[in-house]
């Protein structure tokens, strides 16, 4: 200690100004202690990051969520999709993140593996409003880490078929079949009725779902059971690959990517395709562009499978608390609060979003809705991707060799290979780590 900051005693006249001072000193502590611990009657901020539409519409919740916690005050910051993954990666590095995002949940294993998020085991738990049993299962899986749950399913996503109700029936077919080979000759008499220059389905060369989808549907693991290879040279997906080239090479779907359709919804109505796989925005869209005599013409169906109804993926957002979070009691209760059914049906009424929880789907709005209906049938036959922080870089791949392999630049088997060898080199660092991991087990230690 410096000489300085040594107290002295004082002299008889100076007693009383230090007298005051000691009292000036203890009433300062007192106001830097009221400074560090909020009064009572301060609300506790939380900071909510929400991607796109959803962070503008999700504010008419919050509001609610804060007149009921009146201790609360939740500030939300809307991010745009094109920038949301490079955002959460940079608050995380800086330190900086929210208490509750947003995180799409092919982004759930990426930030687990950096450690950002709070597993929730505990607190669902002790939760009365949130249950597993609540969602869709397949939907619920998709934020389970090593049997640990990160995040909560918010609204859902998965692909169904849009299809032209008027040009099957005209094809003496009365409904979707559920099979392959039903949906095949389906194919076959739409395309024998619309001639050589109109197809019976869409399947733009540069989506890879459609794809991706038809291996779940086989059975396909897409990655070895480790997650460190690829697994699409297997028999699985290569039973996937040749039903999907087929389409194209028998000539019922055109071998065009989406930026070579003028528009989507033009052509579906004028009959150039009959058949369009997609998801729940598109619900909105066909209902508000397709000319008024169509508005009944289209439908919506579960995918077929390749000998029943068929699987689809398990898509759309979550709500997670990032580990870093000092307000994480705070930040469950606006989890569960948006959680609850009710707020789960207006955020649907608000976004368009379909929701996670089971039991909003009784909503008239969607049990009246038979197009809507056959998501929830579909919702209930989903399956999660590979939980690996590199899927994103292995769509991309899958996207490039199938379309090769579309416009015959490359055998198809060949094609999977290279995918295959591709897809080895991207996890090339995973199966490092794991080694380092296994390593140090043998030896007793930490790697």
């Not at 400074?35 to 009657?41: I, K, M, Q, V, W």
Request: with cysteine; glycine share 8%; aromatic share 10%.
């Amino acid at each position: 200690m410096r000489d300085a900051a040594r107290p002295r005693a004082p002299s008889a006249a100076a007693a009383g100004p230090v007298r005051l001072g000691a009292a000036l000193l203890a009433c300062l502590a007192l106001a830097a202690s009221a400074a560090c611990h909020p009064r009572a009657s301060e609300p506790e901020a939380l900071r909510f990051w929400a991607m796109g539409r959803e962070g503008e519409v999700v504010q008419e919740l919050i509001r609610d969520f804060e007149r009921e916690n009146r201790g609360i005050h939740v500030r939300v910051q809307q991010i745009p999709w094109s920038a949301a993954h490079e955002k959460l990666l940079t608050g995380f590095v800086g330190g900086s993140t929210p208490d509750v995002a947003q995180l799409g949940n092919t982004w759930v294993s990426e930030f687990v593996a950096l450690g950002a998020l709070e597993p929730l085991g505990p607190w669902l738990a002790h939760s009365s409003a949130v249950a597993e049993t609540s969602y869709f299962a397949g939907i619920w899986d998709t934020n389970v880490i090593d049997t640990v749950p990160y995040g909560v399913p918010w609204y859902v996503d998965t692909r169904v078929l849009f299809y032209r109700r008027d040009l099957l029936a005209r094809a003496g077919i009365a409904s979707m079949p559920e099979t392959w080979a039903g949906w095949r000759a389906a194919m076959e008499k739409v395309k024998r009725l619309g001639g050589k220059d109109n197809f019976a389905i869409l399947m733009p060369i540069n989506e890879w779902f459609p794809l991706m989808i038809l291996g779940l549907q086989t059975g396909s693991p897409l990655l070895s059971p480790d997650r460190t290879h690829g697994a699409f040279s297997g028999p699985e997906f290569r039973r996937a690959f040749q039903f999907y080239l087929d389409l194209f090479r028998s000539g019922l779907a055109p071998p065009l990517s989406n930026t070579q359709v003028a528009n989507l919804y033009q052509e579906f109505a004028r009959g150039y395709f009959a058949m369009y796989v997609s998801g729940p925005w598109n619900l909105g869209e066909f209902r508000n562009r397709m000319p008024a005599e169509l508005r009944d013409a289209w439908a919506t169906a579960p995918l077929p499978g390749p000998d029943g109804p068929g699987l689809s993926m398990a898509g759309g957002s979550s709500l997670v608390v990032f580990h870093g979070s000092r307000h994480k009691a705070a930040a469950w209760k606006l989890v569960e609060f948006l959680s609850r059914p009710g707020q789960q049906a207006r955020f649907y009424h608000l976004s368009g979003d379909l929701p996670a929880r089971r039991e909003a789907w009784s909503d008239s709005s969607l049990a009246a809705d038979p197009r809507a209906r056959a998501f929830e049938q579909q919702l209930l036959r989903v399956a999660p991707w590979p939980k690996v922080p590199e899927w994103e870089q292995i769509t991309s791949l899958l996207q490039d060799q199938s379309e090769r392999a579309v416009r015959g630049a490359t055998p198809g088997d060949s094609a999977l290979a290279a995918l295959d060898r591709d897809v080895d080199r991207v996890l090339e660092k995973r199966r490092w780590m794991l080694s380092r991991q296994h390593r140090g087990a043998a030896a007793g230690g930490t790697p």
